[in-house]
């Protein structure tokens, strides 16, 4: 809420990095549209794996993970009759709150949406904090240390005052997208910063908020997060993730924070989705059989080291057979290299 407050508004001046990355986004934005008139069929395939991508990578962030990967995939698809332990009932929560923002026509945006995702969150985990209910006392963020102490991340908005804080947030973020005033992105960033400094659940604010990010971009015309995992992106640079959160926190209920450093990791990680489906699309389209699209993405994009599960995500519509067929030629032909055997090969270009 304070990210919205008039009198320190942090928008008044864009600095140039953001904008250049704002105006990929909004070319990303446009080749999207493009590829989903002319490809609906490799839009579904991509839609499928950054729905598990996405369900994965959120949850391990929290260290919610099923280290069975097959048991997982069959958790997020529906089909396993019963959930056994309370990190499989969290990744079918997950699940369930993100199909909801994707195959839902959930809007408009108040309240009552993000406890309703909070409640689908929470609702297959047995002893779990009241679902769809705001935090009934004071919490903190706090680092966890390997030697078992804690550190005071930031403090988060008291628990009397989160009620008025979620309101003032939501309203305060409806009104500036309808003044059309500034980029939907910039706003849905800031939205989110607020959102995790009021931290208004006991449990699972940080899941919710990345499900809300892509409801919000969505609801702006960024639908990117369908089809690539944002959640996968903000998972593989958790560091900075956290770090540009902590810098941009600093101040805030004084109105004194900085939301930049935040908002600069945000559409960063923005603009690479975009690059990313941009490249898969493109793949796609290419000449040349399966197999040859696997060799030209080997050699030219993959990087140096890599596994069979990562050309069959940038790969989509490409079976694991033609990608194992393309990596032995490459492998005869003294071009790349393999390191041991079966769906824990490594695999290093020559």
Do not use: C
């Not at 904008?19 to 590829?35: P, Q, S, Y």
């Not at 209920?253 to 990791?265: G, R, V």
């Amino acid at each position: 809420m304070r990210s919205f407050e008039r009198g320190v508004w942090p928008l008044a001046q864009v600095p140039g990095t953001v904008t250049r990355t704002l105006a990929r986004i909004d070319v990303g934005r446009g080749a999207e549209t493009l590829h989903a008139a002319q490809m609906p069929g490799l839009l579904s395939e991509l839609a499928l794996r950054a729905r598990v991508a996405s369900v994965k990578a959120s949850s391990a962030l929290e260290g919610i993970v099923v280290p069975d990967d097959r048991r997982a995939d069959r958790i997020i698809a529906g089909a396993a009759a019963r959930l056994r332990t309370r990190n499989e009932q969290e990744l079918a929560g997950y699940r369930d709150a993100l199909d909801y923002v994707w195959q839902t026509e959930w809007q408009p945006l108040n309240v009552g949406l993000v406890l309703h995702l909070h409640r689908l969150l929470l609702a297959h985990t047995v002893a779990a904090p009241a679902a769809g209910v705001l935090k009934p006392e004071d919490n903190l963020v706090v680092d966890k240390h390997a030697d078992g102490s804690r550190t005071v991340r930031f403090t988060p908005v008291a628990a009397s005052q989160t009620p008025y804080f979620m309101k003032e947030l939501i309203d305060r973020y409806v009104d500036e997208v309808g003044r059309d005033a500034q980029h939907p992105v910039l706003l849905v960033g800031l939205a989110i910063l607020d959102l995790l400094v009021i931290h208004p659940f006991e449990d699972g604010n940080g899941r919710v908020a990345r499900i809300l990010t892509s409801a919000l971009l969505s609801q702006g015309g960024y639908t990117v997060g369908r089809y690539v995992s944002l959640e996968q992106l903000v998972a593989e640079t958790d560091e900075r993730y956290y770090a540009a959160l902590l810098t941009s926190t600093s101040g805030w209920h004084d109105a004194q924070h900085d939301p930049w450093p935040w908002l600069e990791y945000f559409v960063e990680q923005l603009a690479r989705a975009y690059a990313i489906f941009e490249e898969r699309a493109t793949s796609a389209r290419g000449a040349g059989s399966k197999r040859d699209r696997v060799k030209d993405h080997v050699l030219r994009h993959a990087p140096a080291r890599f596994r069979i599960a990562d050309l069959r995500s940038a790969l989509p519509g490409i079976g694991d057979g033609t990608i194992r067929n393309a990596l032995d030629d490459l492998r005869r032909e003294g071009r790349v290299d393999v390191d041991g055997t079966g769906r824990g090969a490594t695999w290093t270009r020559s």
